[in-house]
C-alpha cells in the first residue's frame, strides 16, 4: 500500500480521530457511571471496598468505548475482521485502562495521601505517575488491535510505536502547559481545574496522536486469516 496517497492519509486521520473520541468517551462515560455508585454507597463502607463496587460500572463504559474504537479502526484501515477487532479494543483498552487507573489509584494514596514517596513538587509527582500510564493504555491498546489483525509480530510493532508516541506526547504537552501557567499543585490551581485540565488535554493528545501511528503500522499489514478469522468471515 502507497503509504503516500491521498486516500492513506485521510484513514490515518481518520484513525487518529476516533481514538481519543471513542476510548476517552468511553473513560467518561465509565467515569460518570462510576462516579455515581459510588458516591451513592454507605458512608461506612471502606474505601476500597467502593472502588470495588463501582469498578463494574465504569468498566462498563470503557469496555464499550474501546469495543466501538476497533470495530472503526477495522472499518477504516480494511485491517481484521471487525468483530475479531471488535472484541480485541473492548479487552485490550478496557483491561488496560483499569488497571493502570487502579494502579494510579494505589500509588496516589501512598505517595501523595500517606506521603511515602519522594519528596517532589506534585506536579513532577503527576508527571512520573501519568506519562508511563500514557504509554501503557497505548501500548495495550494497539497490541490488541494488532495481534487480532495478524499476530504477535504486528502486535508487539503497533504496541511499542503507539506507546512510546503516547507518552512522549503526554509530556510534551505537560511541560507545555507547565510553561503556559497550568501547574498542578500551584496557587489557585485547585480553582483552575488544573489537574483534570492538564490531564484531559495530554491524554487527548496522547490518544490522537497513538492512534494515527497506530494505523500508519496496521495499514500496511497484508490481509493474512487466520483458521479463526476465516470462521469469523464465513459467520
Do not use: D
Not at 458512608?43 to 463496587?53: D, M, P, S, V
Amino acid at each position: 500500500m502507497n503509504m503516500n496517497s491521498s486516500t492513506t492519509r485521510r484513514r490515518v486521520l481518520l484513525c487518529a480521530l476516533v481514538t481519543p473520541l471513542c476510548l476517552l468517551g468511553g473513560a467518561l462515560v465509565g467515569g460518570i457511571l462510576g462516579g455515581i455508585v459510588h458516591g451513592g454507597l454507605p458512608g461506612h463502607l471502606q474505601e476500597w471496598t467502593k472502588i470495588a463496587i463501582a469498578v463494574p460500572f465504569a468498566l462498563a463504559g470503557a469496555l464499550a468505548g474501546g469495543a466501538l474504537w476497533g470495530h472503526l479502526i477495522a472499518r477504516i484501515t480494511e485491517v481484521g475482521e471487525p468483530r475479531r477487532m471488535m472484541l480485541a479494543g473492548a479487552l485490550g483498552y478496557g483491561l488496560t485502562a483499569l488497571a493502570v487507573v487502579l494502579g494510579l489509584t494505589l500509588l496516589e494514596q501512598i505517595i501523595v495521601e500517606q506521603g511515602r514517596g519522594p519528596n517532589l513538587p506534585l506536579h513532577n509527582i503527576f508527571t512520573l505517575l501519568f506519562m508511563p500510564a500514557a504509554f501503557l493504555i497505548a501500548f495495550g491498546g494497539a497490541f490488541a488491535l494488532g495481534f487480532a489483525a495478524q499476530g504477535f509480530a504486528l502486535a508487539q510493532r503497533a504496541g511499542l510505536a503507539s506507546g512510546l508516541a503516547a507518552g512522549a506526547t503526554f509530556l510534551a504537552v505537560n511541560l507545555t502547559m507547565q510553561a503556559l501557567g497550568w501547574v498542578i499543585g500551584a496557587p489557585g490551581a485547585a480553582e483552575r481545574a488544573t489537574m483534570l485540565t492538564v490531564m484531559f488535554t495530554g491524554n487527548f493528545a496522547a490518544a490522537l496522536v497513538a492512534g494515527g501511528v497506530m494505523s500508519m503500522i496496521l495499514l500496511p499489514a497484508p490481509r493474512q486469516l487466520s483458521q479463526p478469522q476465516r470462521y469469523f468471515e464465513r459467520g
